[in-house]
């Protein structure tokens, strides 16, 4: 399989259809290195996407890298029938940097975000005797039954909602708000909404409120300062857990913090862990307060969850994450990149929304600022017009018209600055072809 036409035919021959690709031509990679990506024919890309986020320091990180082949060559796996040191030592420093600080915390590791979250999810209603979750709508879980259920976009959704009692509340978009108020004036309607919600679809008692910091899949949504204050409050006060999703927001992404959700000043009661903390191998996390995980009696084995090579590259990506500083990295390369961004922003009328924090920024393309109609094709063509010029950034949203961009996390600065010159440039090409100045 010498070129990536090769690799695209064999691939759609023997894999399930429902694993999509980007672009007309799909790429397929052959190495990496740090924020750097070739691909099987030679050619050269600038990684702004990291594997959805997951590849969180950079493409095959030397001190992540010799930790895991230090670690093949001794032991592989023994199952959690054992204990596994490395398994006890990642779990110890999940529990220090995690957003549960007022109490001990405990630690189940899974293979994926989809079983963390779906952890989280069944200790939440074994804790408290309920089954009733409220997610929010644009949210993104995973793809198993009970994460499914929880997932509010018609794309990921396979079947109707097979797990009974989840009801989804507004997603505080501000940018398309669904009741047309404006932020602060609002006085925060999605959130206190919440009330009428739990009094009219549910029986008034919750189990949990599960929420991501940043919507990642909904295309970066940014709730505003104050939701999660207001939104958990009314949720503990019926009796429900806060189920925090740190999947894509977790490790120092969003800048200045650990957690997403430490800029919120809120403290779960469980959350979920996955994509970049074991920076490309494959790992979960659930962290939960010491008496909810307690509280789960029933037997439960994870085969590969917390095993010695995935845990090994959690602690080593985690070791790089606290030498390197990642949170105050992510901080200020993503200052760097938003104003960057918001430049686009006055100078293409395509871009309707910047937003984002940290390493973890989004442009929303529209064809009108005024209706806000969303630029559904020109997003596609963007894509399109980075590739040609070697550039990798994702893209999401319900209307698939949001530009995510979001690079491993020791991204050089010069490589940031090129990216934007990048993007500026197809950002012109596609104006130029839709039509927008």
Not at 122 to 130: F, H, S
Not at 192 to 219: K, N, Q, S, Y
Not at 372 to 390: M, N, V
């Amino acid at each position: 399989m010498k070129t990536n036409a090769e690799v695209t035919a064999r691939q759609k021959d023997v894999l399930f259809p429902c694993i999509s690709t980007f672009y007309a031509e799909p790429i397929a990679f052959a190495r990496g290195e740090g924020s750097r990506l070739w691909d099987v024919e030679g050619t050269e890309y600038l990684d702004l996407f990291g594997g959805i986020l997951t590849v969180s320091l950079g493409h095959a990180e030397p001190r992540v890298t010799a930790a895991v082949v230090d670690q093949v060559k001794r032991l592989v796996h023994v199952s959690t029938l054992y204990p596994i040191a490395e398994q006890v030592a990642a779990a110890e420093r999940l529990v220090q940097i995690s957003p549960i600080r007022s109490t001990k915390a405990k630690v189940f590791f899974t293979s994926s975000g989809s079983e963390a979250d779906e952890t989280a999810l069944v200790l939440a209603k074994v804790y408290t005797k309920t089954t009733e979750i409220i997610a929010l709508r644009h949210s993104y879980s995973g793809r198993t039954l009970v994460a499914m259920t929880n997932t509010a976009h018609a794309k990921y959704r396979a079947l109707p909602a097979q797990v009974p009692g989840t009801v989804h509340a507004h997603a505080p978009y501000c940018y398309r708000c669904p009741y047309g108020l404006t932020y602060p004036s609002c006085e925060l309607r999605c959130a206190t909404d919440l009330e009428e919600l739990i009094a009219t679809c549910t029986t008034g008692h919750p189990a949990a409120f599960f929420a991501e910091p940043i919507l990642g899949v909904g295309g970066f949504i940014v709730p505003p300062k104050e939701y999660f204050q207001v939104a958990v409050g009314i949720v503990r006060k019926h009796g429900g857990l806060f189920l925090c999703d740190e999947v894509q927001t977790g490790f120092g992404r969003t800048g200045d913090h650990w957690n997403g959700i430490d800029h919120y000043g809120v403290e779960p009661d469980l959350v979920a862990y996955a994509k970049g903390i074991a920076n490309g191998f494959p790992m979960g996390a659930t962290v939960a307060r010491a008496e909810i995980a307690d509280s789960f009696r029933a037997g439960s084995i994870a085969t590969f969850g917390g095993n010695p090579v995935s845990a090994t590259a959690a602690l080593a990506t985690l070791g790089v994450m606290t030498d390197e500083n990642i949170p105050e990295r992510s901080a200020r390369l993503g200052a760097k990149l938003r104003g960057r961004l918001e430049e686009m922003g006055k100078k293409h009328s395509l871009i309707g929304d910047v937003r984002g924090k940290g390493l973890m920024q989004a442009i929303e393309l529209v064809k009108d600022r005024g209706t806000k109609e969303p630029a559904t094709e020109a997003a596609g063509a963007f894509l399109e017009a980075c590739k040609r010029r070697r550039l990798l950034v994702g893209r999401g949203g319900l209307y698939n018209n949001t530009i995510r961009i979001a690079p491993p996390m020791l991204i050089e600065e010069a490589q940031l600055e090129h990216a934007c010159e990048l993007m500026d440039e197809a950002l012109s090409e596609v104006g130029r072809q839709f039509g927008a100045a």
